[in-house]
């Protein structure tokens, strides 16, 4: 989220990148680590690549393992993985001279698919790291350094209509021009012969896609690429400037788009039915208030994405929406279905007979003007990448708009990418995902000993939670030890008073936005405290009842819009962290005991209330967890030492074991477990119930 203005006079420009070299430290290494540090450079410096894409090689010498002699291998960038952030196992090792020999089995081509059988044929040194699809294009180029990468500014001249003669203007006949081809074997031929045909030259754009460039060394090579990418940009951002993108701002930035979203995703999320749960991701960067609030927004979003890295993360289009019907659910429901419908009728005119069935139809792209970029995807990681890949899109149909028309992938050719059957078979092999995956869980009191182990059960198993709590140092240090376990993308904070209607509903707005929504509400801030009837205040009374009756009330109220939008996907859940007190009578705590009782009562008529929008609510009853717990650490403790006559030290965890039926402790990470139970659709038939998780208590058993 930013608070920018934007500059509308100008449209954005295109990053200028330099080169990096480290001539001391490149002295230190070999020639795969030169391949490796040229290839990091490369990946790392996101105005030269994207995510992931584009890919890089060197022909080595090696020594034959069986022979002993030296022969000729190369080096290439294997399958997976991103450029920017590899290591030298990343890269794929094959014998050249038997890659060569590969063309006698090429019958043309139609025959791509066969000829990528044949790589593995070709390993050296029984390297496990597959080849990918893009090494013939390596292979057959007779240069010891090769690198082909996909940056912003080298894809606006490759889709643009003005884009060849561009080619030719900035680098005269340096560097040459392919029309657009699948990548592959054919696509490796064309270019040999290409290249065979124009001696002299020193790199081939690759219409609609990208760039392939070479040098005699690591060093020469790098350099040659970054500044073949600079004068692209160099010479976009002379031909944008002055002028504003897309025909000039038609709708302004909306401040309150930040509400709006958070209004919208939950809604938007709920009717994206047909699949596992999805997650959302909302940008209102620059690019994206730029480009949908612009005047060419509606023609350019229908024409969708050029290079197949960004068509891969993106769906071939976006679904648009009118900003003035956001608030309409019939709208919303009605542009899904119609999405929808869209995507299986270019299915259904592409498909071939041995094609996969059709996948997930719903949009990945959702562009709002003046709110800015919504993604949705199967995780977070995926749906922020995808994102950025709209993002990378965008500054593509930038600069090929100011040099021509943006062309984008032909619908054909896209189909055939999508759904080629290499890649489909490569699906069908991945393990299915954890069960988690897709579900966005908040917990209250997330930096407690309960909240926290909840919170981590929940994460083992993929989902994505928003940690709130009351105390801004131990919700720091709880969300940051889970970004380092479970990766950025799955864990937020909301620094929220529970007891404060404005900072809950902040709260799971935060769910909304950075997410997408909420499946799972475990509501577990509390306090405790113990008085005799005639020491407890009127204040201490009211604080016990402002955080557990009141707090459990605004939290599922302010969550309840979200949880609801979730009914025709399964449904949704809350559960209550109650205490044994609320069930069995504790003398000497009157006034914390009958606000848990509140609260489990509560949570029946939520769930009765619940049950029609396929919200369940539940209740977990622990008691003594004191193990992590804050509650215990403090006057709590001296309280109940002194009310059961004991010592407040070791001896409080003895006395509560030896007065349970099952003598143990009860430990934070039982609680979780219970409440990831009542959370997950192993207890989708339960609702309205209690769990005891006090290693036995007689008073407590329910009746
Ligand atoms: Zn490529």
Redesign the pocket.
């Known amino acids: 989220m930013s608070s920018l203005t934007l500059d509308h006079a100008a449209a954005i420009p295109f990053a200028v990148p330099q080169s990096r070299w480290d001539e001391a430290h490149a002295a230190t290494l070999g020639a795969e680590g030169l391949l490796l540090y040229r290839s990091n450079l490369l990946g790392s410096d996101l105005t030269v690549t994207n995510f992931g894409?584009?890919n890089t090689s060197a022909k080595l010498t090696g020594i034959d393992p069986v022979s002993g002699s030296p022969v000729d291998v190369l080096w290439v960038k294997g399958s997976g993985g991103d450029i920017g952030s590899m290591a030298l196992d990343g890269f794929a090792t094959l014998y050249l001279d038997k890659l060569l020999g590969l063309e006698a089995h090429y019958r043309g081509p139609d025959d791509d698919d066969a000829m990528v059988g044949y790589l593995p044929h070709c390993t050296f040194n029984l390297n496990g790291r597959a080849a990918s699809i893009?090494t013939p294009l390596h292979a057959l180029l007779p240069f010891a350094h090769v690198d082909?990468v996909?940056p912003d500014a080298i894809i606006a001249l490759a889709a643009s209509s003005g884009g060849q003669a561009a080619t030719r203007e900035i680098w005269g006949g340096r560097i040459g021009w392919l029309p657009w081809k699948r990548?592959g074997y054919t696509l490796g031929v064309m270019l040999r012969d290409y290249v065979a045909a124009n001696p002299g030259i020193e790199g081939v754009m690759l219409a609609g896609?990208?760039i392939i460039c070479w040098a005699e060394s690591a060093q020469a090579c790098y350099e040659h690429t970054v500044a073949l990418i600079a004068d692209a940009a160099r010479y976009l951002n002379a031909k944008m400037a002055g002028r504003p993108a897309f025909g000039g701002q038609v709708v302004a930035p909306n401040p309150d788009r930040a509400a709006i979203v958070a209004d919208l995703m939950p809604r938007l999320r709920g009717l994206m039915t047909g699949a596992r749960r999805k997650l959302g991701h909302w940008s209102d960067d620059a690019e994206a208030l730029e480009f949908t609030g612009s005047a060419h927004f509606e023609r350019l979003a229908a024409l969708g994405t050029s290079c197949?890295?960004h068509f891969l993360r993106t769906k071939i289009a976006p679904l648009t929406l009118d900003p003035a019907r956001l608030t309409d659910d019939t709208y919303l429901a009605a542009q899904i279905t119609a999405y929808r419908a869209i995507y299986a009728a270019y299915y259904d005119r592409c498909k071939r007979d041995d094609s996969p069935a059709m996948r997930d139809a719903n949009p990945v792209v959702v562009l709002v003007p003046g709110v800015g970029r919504i993604t949705f995807a199967a995780d977070k990681t995926t749906a922020r990448l995808a994102g950025e890949f709209y993002g990378n899109a965008i500054n593509v149909m930038r600069g090929a708009e100011a040099i021509g028309d943006y062309i984008a992938l032909d619908e054909r050719e896209a189909f055939d990418i999508e759904y080629w059957l290499l890649e489909e078979a490569k699906l069908q092999r991945m393990p299915a995902p954890r069960p988690q995956v897709g579900r966005i869980v908040l917990v209250t009191g997330g930096a407690g000993g309960i909240g926290a182990a909840t919170a981590a059960r929940f994460l083992r198993d993929g989902a994505c939670v928003v940690l709130v709590d009351r105390d801004a140092a131990a919700l720091e240090a709880v969300r940051a030890g889970f970004a380092r376990q479970f990766g950025k993308d799955v864990v937020r904070a909301a620094l929220c008073d529970v007891t404060d209607e404005e900072q809950v509903k902040a709260a799971c707005d935060i769910a909304a936005r950075e997410f997408g929504g909420l499946d799972v509400l475990v509501a577990n801030a509390g306090i405790a405290s113990s008085a005799p009837i005639e020491d407890t205040t009127l204040a201490l009374w009211r604080t016990n009842y402002d955080v557990l009756a009141q707090g459990y009330f605004l939290t599922a109220r302010a969550a309840w819009p979200l949880l609801r939008a979730m009914k025709d996907q399964g449904g949704s859940a809350v559960v209550f962290i109650g205490s044994k007190n609320g069930v069995a009578a504790a003398a000497g705590a009157s006034a914390y005991a009958s606000a848990k009782a509140a609260a489990n009562h509560l949570a029946r008529c939520l769930a009765l209330e619940g049950a029609p929008h396929g919200i369940r609510v539940n209740v977990v009853n622990p008691d003594a967890v004191i193990r992590g717990s804050r509650i215990w650490d403090g006057d709590w403790r001296k309280q109940r030492s002194r009310a059961h006559g004991i010592d407040p030290g070791a001896e409080l965890e003895e006395h509560y074991r030896n007065r349970s039926l099952l003598k143990r402790d009860v430990l934070p990470e039982d609680i979780a477990e219970a409440c990831y139970f009542l959370g997950s659709d192993a207890s989708a038939k339960s609702t309205g119930n209690m769990i005891n998780v006090d290693a036995g208590n007689v008073q407590a058993f329910t009746r």
Do not use: A, L, V
């Open positions: 894409g584009g893009d082909h996909h990548p896609h990208g197949p890295d």
